[in-house]
């Protein structure tokens, strides 16, 4: 029986694009000569959105959507779309054509022929970003892939996962996910797709520096504990350098020569207070963790359902 893949693809107030997105898209998979579904999932959009998708899934079988109750941002509708999919695999892609449609029949030709399990989109260039955003990234990639010990450079979103690796992915409970390191994690016989990254064809980008910036502090802080032993270090540093000071004072007393030193005292106060504070900081991160697994909240709420003509169903939660 010939094997089918879902495409999943986070939608956030995309009315410019995501028609004639849907179509480009549609015509790549065509081409793959494969069955599909385009499974897009409404970040809870605040324009058009959702009213595009309807129309889209009444005009094209392969067409389904699910609406979010609300933002719940990309990683949650990316979680939602893979615990809809039935596909034998799963494509996940923007909606902006910035991971480029036309890696898509070599993906599958990969998957099909070649038995990969995991074909990964890296980022061979990052298109126009800004330098914030660049240099960033690349400090980001580096620390993760040290601190986890797994290999992340330049990774994307963008991906094609087997039916076995996006179960095993489904077993993963936490609640804060980071679908780039947790695809790595899983393992599997994996494959490196090197992509440029396209012009958004329209709309802007969703992503600030800072919701980058608190993204990366999420997915660093869910696959190392590497940060908390920083704490012990930076307290084992001041340890030894309390010893020897220390010593030094009780010979300076003791041979009569101790002089008023206000200028050292007050920079080991701020050095010690600033150092404290870092380890308050990384250990209040980790807390901050713990609490958001512990309460065990869903991930995303689905409010609504649309496949086919006659196939709309609101959800009664
Ligand atoms: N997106 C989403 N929820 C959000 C923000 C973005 O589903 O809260 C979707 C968005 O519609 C797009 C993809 O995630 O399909 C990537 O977003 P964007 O192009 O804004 O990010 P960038 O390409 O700048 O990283
Ligand atoms: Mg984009």
């Known amino acids: 029986m010939d094997k089918k893949v879902t495409v999943v693809i986070p939608v956030y ?3 410019l694009l995501i028609n004639e997105n849907v179509g480009v898209i549609a015509g790549y998979l065509r081409q793959a000569g494969t069955g599909f579904t385009i499974l897009l999932v409404d970040d809870g959009s605040r324009d058009s959105t959702w009213q595009k998708l309807r129309e889209l899934s009444k005009e094209h079988d392969f067409v389904k959507a699910l609406r979010l109750s609300r933002n719940f941002g990309k990683e949650a509708a990316i979680c939602a779309g893979l615990e809809e999919a039935d596909g034998d695999a799963c494509i996940i892609m923007d909606s902006d054509l910035q991971h480029p449609p036309q890696l898509i029949p070599e993906m599958i030709r990969l ?38 010990g797994l290999d992340m450079q330049q990774a994307s979103d963008f991906k094609l996962l087997d039916r076995k690796v996006v179960d095993a992915w489904k077993s993963m409970n936490e609640r804060g996910t980071f679908f780039r390191g947790m695809s790595a994690w899983v393992g599997y016989n994996r494959k490196s ?42 307290g084992l540093f001041f340890l030894v350098g309390a010893l020897i000071l220390g010593i030094q004072t009780i010979y300076m007393k003791v041979s009569g020569m101790a002089l008023s030193g206000f200028t050292t005292v007050i920079l080991l106060l701020l050095i010690i207070g600033s150092a404290l504070m870092i380890s308050l900081g990384i250990i209040g991160t980790y807390i901050a963790r713990i609490y958001e697994e512990v309460k065990f909240r869903p991930r995303y709420i689905v409010s609504e359902k649309a496949a086919g003509a006659l196939n709309h169903e609101k959800i009664e939660t």
């Open 111 to 148: 998957w099909k022929e070649d038995g990969y399990d995991v074909i990964e989109g890296v980022k061979s260039s990052r298109g126009n970003e800004s330098m914030v955003k660049k240099v960033g990234a690349g400090m980001f990639y580096s620390i993760l892939s040290k601190l986890s």
């Open 193 to 234: 797709l090197p992509f440029s990254v396209g012009t958004r064809t329209r709309g802007t980008s969703k992503w600030s520096v800072f919701n980058l910036f608190n993204l990366a502090i999420k997915a660093i802080t869910s696959f190392s504990s590497f940060p908390l032993h920083i704490v012990t270090f930076i």
């Open 13 to 15: 107030n995309e009315e």
